[in-house]
Protein backbone atom coordinates (compact mmCIF):
# COMPACT_ATOMS: atom_id res chain seq x y z
CA UNK A 1 0.00 0.00 0.00
CA UNK A 2 1.38 3.43 -1.04
CA UNK A 3 0.68 7.23 -0.04
CA UNK A 4 1.36 9.59 -2.91
CA UNK A 5 2.16 13.17 -2.20
CA UNK A 6 3.20 16.17 -3.16
CA UNK A 7 5.77 19.35 -2.74
CA UNK A 8 8.20 21.51 -4.92
CA UNK A 9 11.13 23.10 -2.22
CA UNK A 10 14.17 24.87 -3.15
CA UNK A 11 17.18 23.04 -3.76
CA UNK A 12 18.53 24.75 -0.74
CA UNK A 13 16.89 23.18 1.92
CA UNK A 14 17.55 19.86 0.17
CA UNK A 15 21.26 19.79 -1.01
CA UNK A 16 22.15 17.17 -2.53
CA UNK A 17 25.48 16.73 -0.67
CA UNK A 18 23.45 16.75 2.43
CA UNK A 19 21.25 13.67 1.04
CA UNK A 20 24.20 11.50 0.42
CA UNK A 21 25.71 12.22 3.26
CA UNK A 22 26.26 9.76 6.64
CA UNK A 23 24.47 12.13 8.85
CA UNK A 24 21.12 10.55 7.38
CA UNK A 25 22.23 7.09 7.77
CA UNK A 26 20.23 4.96 9.84
CA UNK A 27 20.34 4.62 13.73
CA UNK A 28 19.54 1.07 13.11
CA UNK A 29 22.91 -0.77 12.12
CA UNK A 30 21.53 -3.80 11.69
CA UNK A 31 23.63 -5.13 8.79
CA UNK A 32 19.95 -6.53 7.28
CA UNK A 33 18.09 -3.00 7.99
CA UNK A 34 21.44 -1.06 5.90
CA UNK A 35 21.01 -3.80 2.85
CA UNK A 36 16.99 -3.06 2.96
CA UNK A 37 17.51 0.72 2.95
CA UNK A 38 19.65 0.48 0.05
CA UNK A 39 17.29 -1.99 -2.08
CA UNK A 40 14.53 0.06 -1.21
CA UNK A 41 17.30 2.76 -2.69
CA UNK A 42 17.91 1.14 -5.64
CA UNK A 43 14.55 -0.32 -6.53
CA UNK A 44 13.07 3.51 -6.38
CA UNK A 45 16.28 4.66 -8.80
CA UNK A 46 15.36 1.71 -11.30
CA UNK A 47 11.85 2.05 -11.07
CA UNK A 48 11.67 5.71 -11.71
CA UNK A 49 14.75 5.68 -14.18
CA UNK A 50 17.02 8.25 -11.68
CA UNK A 51 20.20 9.09 -12.94
CA UNK A 52 23.24 7.93 -10.15
CA UNK A 53 23.23 11.12 -8.78
CA UNK A 54 20.13 11.96 -8.01
CA UNK A 55 19.31 12.14 -4.41
CA UNK A 56 17.22 9.43 -2.95
CA UNK A 57 16.37 8.98 1.09
CA UNK A 58 14.85 6.04 2.38
CA UNK A 59 13.77 6.40 5.92
CA UNK A 60 12.11 4.25 8.27
CA UNK A 61 9.39 6.34 10.45
CA UNK A 62 7.40 5.31 13.14
CA UNK A 63 3.54 7.05 13.54
CA UNK A 64 1.88 7.47 16.63
CA UNK A 65 -1.78 8.21 14.88
CA UNK A 66 -4.60 6.22 15.26
CA UNK A 67 -4.89 3.69 12.65
CA UNK A 68 -1.22 4.07 11.43
CA UNK A 69 1.09 1.17 11.26
CA UNK A 70 3.63 1.34 13.96
CA UNK A 71 6.88 1.57 11.79
CA UNK A 72 6.54 2.47 7.72
CA UNK A 73 8.86 3.30 5.12
CA UNK A 74 9.36 6.43 3.40
CA UNK A 75 10.86 7.16 0.18
CA UNK A 76 11.96 10.73 -1.47
CA UNK A 77 14.36 11.42 -4.42
CA UNK A 78 14.88 14.91 -6.36
CA UNK A 79 14.86 15.37 -9.50
CA UNK A 80 15.91 18.84 -11.41
CA UNK A 81 17.23 19.90 -8.57
CA UNK A 82 14.43 21.03 -6.44
CA UNK A 83 11.59 18.95 -7.90
CA UNK A 84 10.82 16.23 -4.86
CA UNK A 85 8.76 13.27 -5.19
CA UNK A 86 7.51 11.27 -2.11
CA UNK A 87 5.62 7.85 -1.24
CA UNK A 88 5.16 6.09 2.01
CA UNK A 89 4.72 2.16 1.99
CA UNK A 90 3.16 0.93 4.97
CA UNK A 91 5.46 -1.46 5.72
CA UNK A 92 8.73 -1.57 7.47
CA UNK A 93 12.06 -1.28 5.58
CA UNK A 94 12.80 -4.56 5.69
CA UNK A 95 9.68 -6.10 4.51
CA UNK A 96 8.99 -3.97 1.12
CA UNK A 97 9.83 -5.79 -2.10
CA UNK A 98 9.85 -3.92 -5.82
CA UNK A 99 6.17 -4.57 -6.33
CA UNK A 100 5.29 -1.56 -3.10
CA UNK A 101 6.98 1.06 -4.92
CA UNK A 102 4.14 2.68 -7.50
CA UNK A 103 4.35 2.45 -10.61
CA UNK A 104 6.50 4.63 -13.32
CA UNK A 105 3.19 6.27 -14.79
CA UNK A 106 2.92 7.70 -11.05
CA UNK A 107 5.94 10.03 -11.25
CA UNK A 108 4.31 12.72 -11.65
CA UNK A 109 1.23 12.17 -8.99
CA UNK A 110 4.42 12.05 -6.47
CA UNK A 111 5.54 15.23 -7.13
CA UNK A 112 5.55 16.71 -3.87
CA UNK A 113 2.84 20.13 -3.29
CA UNK A 114 4.20 22.61 -0.18
CA UNK A 115 1.16 22.14 2.25
CA UNK A 116 0.09 18.47 1.74
CA UNK A 117 0.42 16.96 5.06
CA UNK A 118 3.91 15.47 4.48
CA UNK A 119 6.44 17.68 4.84
CA UNK A 120 8.32 14.78 7.18
CA UNK A 121 9.41 13.71 4.02
Same mark, same amino acid.
Given at each position: ?28 ? +? ?7 ? +? ?6 ? +? ?28 AFWIDGDTRHHFKVFKRVEEVVPDDLPPIWLK ?14
Open positions: MVLMGAETKPAARCPTAVLRSTMLRSFDK +RPEHLQALD +RVREWTRA +RFKLTQDAPILVSEVACGLPGCPPLETVVNALIAVEGEGLECC
